[in-house]
């Protein structure tokens, strides 16, 4: 199974805050890398697929980039509404794996 | 835009059964492939199933393979996930979700299933 490895585990910020997390592959995954945010008690929103395409509603301050084995998921200017724990997911290989999570904290 | 709704969890004693189902609305549920994502408490997610639409390939976890079976009902736009040998490690909220764009575009908002005796 591919493994993926979320740093940091958690992380402080303030509104307006341009926030970077980093996702890594236990083997080449080519693009094939999404993001989801989750928040308590709702279900999760599928943000970003195939590495930087954002899913339709998505806000432009959301963006991703990598390939290979390394990806980061950016907010440019952070949200009240962001604060939450944000998830990447591999689609090249299954089992489909997730890393284990970034929260976002104020 | 559609909406996923998760029922059927809660305490099982160790060893029991147990069927989760989903209610599919607001789209055409017979068109996507439709997985079960579960996730137990502190943990990340854990993919757990997945039918296509045709409804006859399915594939599992190695960690439920052979004890749980997941299946569709088009005509009742219904997902389900029979679980049975059930032990303390399957405790999580269980999430259907739509497969799209090479991901899960859709989820519901979970059922919690707790293992205990």
């Known amino acids: 199974d591919i493994q993926m490895t979320q740093s940091p585990s958690s992380l402080s910020a303030s509104v307006g805050d341009r926030v970077t997390i980093t996702c890594r592959a236990s083997?080449?995954?080519?693009?094939?890398l999404n993001w989801y945010q989750r928040k308590p008690g709702k279900a999760p929103v599928f943000l970003i697929y195939?590495?930087?395409t954002l899913q339709s509603g998505v806000p432009s301050r959301f963006s991703g980039s990598g390939s290979g084995t390394d990806f980061t998921l950016t907010i440019s200017s952070l949200q009240p509404e962001d604060f939450a724990t944000y998830y990447c997911?591999?689609?090249?290989?299954?089992?489909?794996?997730f890393g284990q999570g970034t929260k976002v904290e104020i | 835009q559609g909406q996923l709704v998760e029922s059927g969890g809660g305490v099982v004693q160790p060893g029991r059964s147990l069927r989760l189902s989903c209610a599919a609305s607001?789209?055409?549920?017979?068109?996507?492939?439709m997985h079960w994502i579960r996730q137990a408490p502190g943990k990340g997610p854990e993919w757990v199933a997945v039918?296509?639409?045709?409804?006859?390939?399915?594939y599992y976890a190695d960690s439920v393979k052979g004890r749980f079976i997941i299946s569709r009902d088009d005509s009742q736009n219904t997902l389900y996930l029979e679980m049975s040998s059930l032990s303390a490690e399957d405790t999580a909220v269980y999430f259907c979700?739509?497969?799209?764009?090479?991901?899960?575009?859709?989820w519901g908002q979970g059922t919690m299933v707790s293992v205990s005796s």
């Open positions: 979700a739509r497969e799209a764009f090479d991901g899960f575009d859709m």
């Open positions: 607001g789209f055409s549920f017979r068109r996507f492939g």
């Open positions: 039918i296509w639409y045709n409804a006859i390939n399915k």
């Open positions: 083997q080449s995954i080519n693009s094939n």
């Open positions: 195939a590495v930087s």
């Open positions: 997911q591999q689609s090249y290989s299954s089992p489909w794996t």
